[in-house]
T-cell receptor, first 111, second 113 residues
Framework: DAKTTQPPSMDCAEGRAANLPCNHS???????VYWYRQIHSQGPQYIIH???NNETNEMASLIITEDRKSSTLILPHATLRDTAVYYC????????????FGQGTELSVKP | DSGVTQTPKHLITATGQRVTLRCSPR?????VYWYQQSLDQGLQFLIQ???????AKGNILERFSAQQFPDLHSELNLSSLELGDSALYFC????????????FGPGTRLTVT
């Protein structure tokens, strides 16, 4: 699985968009980008995933660059409840189930 | 609420003891995963079961074992406990054995004294 690089921490004002970057320059053609988040000591929560195209669901949007070497998770209107550690995970979509978590980005949403 | 349940929520025990952690997956999910989260190691994959069969193993210690029962619930057994086993233990479930969309339970916090 490709290695990912995320900033250790970010701040965002409540109500503003939170843009969380992830670099995965060694990603292979069959590897997907997954995002999870973990609110303090709770179980990680699946957010979104994508292969090439941008994806959007009720929680967030995922923007993947054309060369697929980086991606951005966008929380359009961050709330205090979005304060969490966000993990970007790159893995082959149909090869085994385990998730390999890195250190993630600690997002603090401030009033 | 992910639909995955774990019991107990907290567990305090002494070194050398044995404990069993229980997980019930979401309705319809056949795959169960166990993860350990400690302060120094982060979230680490331990083991995966799919429809009763072991599917994948991570860095699971020999003192640890798991199984998945016919009703699909799973148990993680930790024996000869050491102080370093103190951690949060999460169970996750998924329908597919291969997919990356997993649903995590609230975890069991194990404290070994």
């Amino acid at each position: 699985d490709a290695k990912t690089t995320q900033p250790p921490s970010m701040d965002c004002a409540e109500g503003r968009a939170a843009n969380l970057p992830c670099n995965h320059s060694t990603i292979s053609g069959n590897e997907y980008v997954y995002w999870y988040r973990q609110i303090h000591s709770q179980g990680p929560q699946y957010i979104i995933h994508g292969l090439k195209n941008n994806e959007t669901n009720e929680m967030a949007s995922l923007i993947i660059t054309e060369d697929r070497k980086s991606s951005t998770l966008i929380l359009p209107h961050a709330t205090l409840r979005d304060t969490a550690v966000y993990y970007c995970i790159v893995r082959v979509g149909n090869q085994g189930g385990k998730l390999i978590f890195g250190q993630g980005t600690e997002l603090s949403v401030k009033p | 609420d992910s639909g995955v349940t774990q019991t107990p929520k907290h567990l305090i025990t002494a070194t050398g003891q044995r404990v069993t952690l229980r997980c019930s997956p979401r309705s319809g999910d056949l795959s169960v995963y166990w993860y350990q989260q400690s302060l120094d190691q982060g979230l680490q994959f331990l083991i995966q079961y799919y429809n009763g069969e072991e599917r994948a193993k991570g860095n699971i210690l020999e003192r640890f074992s798991a199984q998945q029962f016919p009703d699909l619930h799973s148990e993680l057994n930790l024996s000869s406990l050491e102080l370093g086993d103190s951690a949060l233990y999460f169970c996750a479930s998924a329908f597919s054995p291969l997919g990356g969309e997993q649903y995590f339970g609230p975890g069991t916090r194990l404290t070994v004294t």
